[in-house]
């Protein structure tokens, strides 16, 4: 098969690929990302056919994979700081994630994980504020669920912090209702039953990372 070719096909499987993950996580087909890789695919194939530059077809996944998933990458780098307790380098990253053309799912991503963040730091109103607003967007298919259910429990740690037990109750049953079964599903419960004084006594409010 000749170069230009394999690198078509490579695009190709890769939007085939990544597009049917979004849709497994039900974060919905993200146009953006789509464009970004038929474009950057067209000018590969275009630089292989018209100029004397081979682009190994290794060497061009690896700068589809960077370019079109630049903001998963700079949360996953933000969220590697803030797991080490290096908030100011964490929340910066997050930053630059928001500057760098994020669609609406990774627009999200970044705000569920900042919000953390946030709550990390005991930084409750402006946490509350980030995950409510996650929250509301959460009907419009951008949001997977698996975020969704973080942002719920989470949100209720929050409002445990808050010593708002009412609020923090709706969330961690949001949670389990979000996502049943899962690692913040199986918290949730535990946060419900520490509440009702079936499990100790002491209620653990820390946040779970993603």
Request: net charge neutral.
């Amino acid at each position: 098969m000749s170069l230009h070719l394999m690198i078509g096909l490579i695009g190709l499987l890769y939007i085939v690929v990544f597009g049917g993950m979004a849709l497994l996580r039900r974060e919905g087909l993200s146009i953006r990302f789509a464009v970004e890789s038929v474009c950057i695919t067209a000018i590969a194939v275009i630089i292989v056919v018209l100029t004397p530059i081979q682009i190994h077809p290794v060497i061009f996944l690896l700068l589809l994979y960077a370019i079109t998933l630049r903001v998963r990458i700079l949360v996953d780098l933000a969220n590697f700081f803030a797991r080490r307790g290096n908030y100011v380098r964490a929340e910066s990253i997050y930053n630059l994630a928001s500057h760098v053309w994020p669609d609406q799912t990774n627009d999200l991503i970044i705000k569920v994980n900042h919000a953390t963040l946030l709550l990390q730091k005991n930084q409750l109103d402006e946490s509350i504020s980030m995950f409510t607003e996650v929250l509301s967007q959460a009907d419009h298919g951008y949001l997977g669920v698996k975020y969704e259910a973080a942002s719920h429990f989470n949100l209720g740690v929050a409002y445990l912090r808050r010593n708002n037990n009412s609020m923090a109750t709706i969330e961690f049953n949001s949670a389990i209702d979000t996502w049943p079964g899962s690692l913040y599903a199986h918290q949730a419960e535990l946060a419900l039953e520490r509440q009702r004084g079936k499990v100790g006594t002491h209620v653990d409010d820390k946040p779970i990372e993603k």
